[in-house]
Each structure stands twice: as C-alpha cells, then as structure tokens.
C-alpha cells in the first residue's frame, strides 16, 4: 500500500484581514501578526519607560540641566558656588546641600547650586562651605531644607511627570538668554 505525502490540510482565514491560505500562525497571516507583534512590543516599551524610576531620572535630567543653565552667564560659563571657580556649562554639576536621597528636598531650587566636579564628587559636595554660603545668601533657608528634608515624601508618578513639564518649561525659558544678544 503505497501513501501518499502530501498533507491535506483546510485552509483558513485571518482573524483580522480576512485572508485565505496561510501558514504563518494559527490565527493571522504574516502581515497581521508581525502588526499585532509590534504593537504589543510598543505597548510593553511604553509601561516601562514609565516606571518611577525613568521618570526621576528624567526629571533629574532636566532639573540639572535647569539649575547649571540658571546659574550661567551669556557666554555659558558658570561659577562654583563653593569653591568659585569657573567651568562651562558641560563641566559643571548640580550640587545639593541636603542630598539627593531625600525626596522632598531634591528637586528645590533653594537646596540645589551649580558645583564643579571637585567640591561635588571628591569634597563629597563640601557641605562645610555650601551651608555658609546658603546662611550668607538666607539664614532661615539651611534649617527650613533641613527640617523638609526630614519629612518622608515620595511623589506619585503624576507629579513626577509634572515637574518634568514644569522644569523643561523653565529649562526653555533660561536658555533663552543664550539667544538673545
């Protein structure tokens, strides 16, 4: 008895399209699944890119890019406010008196200065110069961030994303001194 190779087989029709005779998967044909695929991937790539955790790096982005641009001249040169040298925008760091692990001091204009790498990094923010500094420019501002800073905050998702806008806003507006002449 001799048997025959050849497989019959039904041929089906495309959940989405409609179309007839196709062996890609067992609902789409290859156009309809590679589409679904994609959208699924996009789907997935979004709800990650909006952890909590991207969005406080984004808004740490932006917030030092804020506060190096604030603190520049016209020509893009920014001065230590510890130490007083002076470094280009690029070179310099957003320094914080009371550090960035506490939430709800780190996005505060009052608690944040331009810092040249070595006060920032190496003196560990040179914290000793930074609090005279502040008490010469206010002298109520060192206790206020540092009985904020002891208040346990931690920002929802939304307000997050609207400090986000807020300082992109303002990031806007100061760079717009480089423009004008």
Same mark, same amino acid.
């Given at each position: ?26 609902? =789409? ?14 789907? $997935? ?25 604030? &603190? ?8 230590? &406010? ?15 008196? =009371? ?9 505060? $204009? ?6 040249? =790498?070595?006060?920032? &990094? ?9 609090? &005279? ?9 060192? $206790?206020?961030?540092? $009985? ?34």
């Amino acid at each position: 008895m001799a048997y025959n190779s050849t497989i019959i087989t039904k041929k089906k029709r495309c959940v989405n399209c409609g179309n007839i005779d196709y062996w890609f998967s067992k609902k =789409m044909c290859k156009q309809c699944a590679t589409i679904h695929s994609t959208q699924k991937r996009l789907e $997935e790539f979004e709800d990650d890119t909006e952890s909590f955790q991207n969005l406080v790096q984004d808004l740490d982005h932006v917030f030092s890019q804020y506060i190096r641009n604030r &603190y520049a001249d016209k020509t893009g040169i920014v001065e230590c &406010y510890t130490c007083g040298k002076k470094h280009t925008i690029a070179e310099i760091q957003c320094g914080h008196f =009371m550090g960035r692990s506490n939430l709800s001091t780190r996005w505060m $204009e009052q608690n944040c200065r331009p810092q040249c =790498m070595e006060c920032n &990094y190496f003196k560990t923010g040179n914290i000793e110069e930074f609090e &005279y500094k502040l008490h010469e420019e206010n002298n109520a501002i060192v $206790e206020y961030l540092r $009985e904020t800073a002891r208040q346990t905050e931690k920002p929802t998702k939304d307000e997050l994303k609207g400090l986000i806008l807020e300082y992109r806003a303002k990031l806007n507006l100061v760079k717009k001194k480089f423009i004008e002449k």
